[in-house]
């Protein structure tokens, strides 16, 4: 079982940044590969970054990509995501998720977390 919290959510102006944390506790943080995901008002959750075990590997989705990027430290069971150049559009509550399964896009991660909400004023 793995329990996960999110932070740093809140309201900015368009152009600036957030950095969102996702502290794990429970098994073992670095066997699992964690994902960032968003949902809008009235639409469908969507995967915007993954990172893998260790970190070496990452994937973007295209609309955060250049944008976001998503790191981690194992050592504090936390999974980051730093979102630079805010958007309107980018106004979502974002909840890590993590899963043994690389690269899965889908939202059927074993572990989720409660969400954070994050608005982008124009």
């Known amino acids: 079982q793995v329990q996960l919290v999110e932070s740093g959510g809140g309201l900015v102006q368009a152009g600036g940044s957030l950095r969102l944390s996702c502290t794990a506790s429970g098994r073992a943080f670095s066997s699992y590969n964690m994902g960032w995901f968003r949902q809008a008002p009235g639409k469908a959750r969507e995967l915007a970054a993954t990172?893998?075990?260790?970190?070496?590997?990452?994937y973007y989705a295209d609309s955060v990509k250049g944008r976001f990027t998503i790191f981690r430290d194992n050592a504090k069971n936390t999974v980051y995501l730093q979102m630079n150049s805010l958007k309107p559009e980018d106004t979502a509550v974002y909840s890590c998720a993590a899963d043994a399964a690389w690269l899965k896009l889908t939202t059927d991660y074993n572990y989720w977390g409660q969400g954070t909400q994050v608005t982008v004023s124009s």
């Open positions: 990172i893998s075990r260790n970190g070496a590997n990452t």
